[in-house]
DNA sequence: ATGCATCCTCTAGTCGCTAGAGGGTCAAGC
DNA sequence: GCTTGACCCTCTAGCGACTAGAGGATGCAT
């Protein structure tokens, strides 16, 4: 009935590295499991459930400590929703923000790209497009 | 006739700390200058050149590898205008992913959010939401 | 008993800087 | 000439989030 795993396999049940497992565990994300007779760490369903968590949240782009407070959140339950949507709406904002800068810099790289394959090799303008305040003096 | 920068100079004409441009010289990005009586750098037109290139790449997200392949083919211009647009066609794909998968992203947030916003405080479900394979079973 | 996968700890490396300690240099003002 | 303060020097360590490797122990199958 408990289910007691090797490292190894809760990595592979989470899509994780051992290693970082281990990091993990080290940096107190991942709470330190009993060992068996030969020193193996043994983990059971708990582990199993902080460790998912904690990959769909990487997997959504949460920092290690924004982890760390939605885990926090998440052992308390009562009140927490509202302060887990702050962090959720922070973090909504800051990838709003990052998908506009890309979008912005893509425009940048058409341009660049542009200019060059206009050209022939022998007087390829990209070089000249990345260095813009120089090439007029 | 030949502008001789400190390193302060160089740092604010072209938007760059001094820490990175000491360390784009450690890095080998950077040729190492002349030094003054007082062992201090002394730079001329070319690093300032040099110096810009390198910024706008890395403004535009080029990796440090990136610039460095960029700048040995700005060196020897003859072929290189192919060369610097698979690079930048390379840059440019990575780009593409990356907005990609923010997009989704952004999307699972959304829906994370709406579950969260349509509920009361008591039964929030967004932390079950980041566990997705573990609130069923 | 032997081989091999898996596990252990510990340390150092990755990327692209950034920050700090502990000093030396230089130009200006008095 | 002497002080002040901004700038410069080297060296080392730190950030985030792992990743990789050395050097060894364990567990399980044959």
Redesign the pocket.
């Known amino acids: 009935m408990s289910e007691r795993l090797?490292?190894?396999?809760l990595?592979s049940a989470t899509g994780t590295?051992?290693?970082?497992i281990?990091?993990?565990e080290q940096i107190g994300l991942l709470p330190a499991p009993a060992?068996?007779?030969?020193?193996?760490?043994t983990y059971q369903g708990e582990h199993l459930r902080r460790l998912s968590f904690i990959r769909r949240a990487?997997d959504l782009g949460f920092?290690?400590?924004q982890v760390r407070e939605l885990m926090g959140l998440a052992d308390r339950r009562e009140q927490s929703c509202m302060a887990v949507n702050v962090i959720a709406n922070q973090h909504r904002d800051a990838i709003t923000r990052k998908i506009a800068d890309l979008t912005a810099l893509a425009g940048e790289l058409d341009t660049l790209i542009e200019s060059c394959s206009r050209n022939t090799v022998a007087d390829c303008r990209i070089i000249e497009a990345l260095a813009p305040s120089l090439h007029s003096g």
Chains 1, 2 share one sequence.
Do not use: L
């Open positions: 090797t490292i190894g396999k990595g590295k051992v290693e970082t281990r990091y993990y060992r068996s007779a030969g020193n193996y760490r990487r920092s290690i400590d």
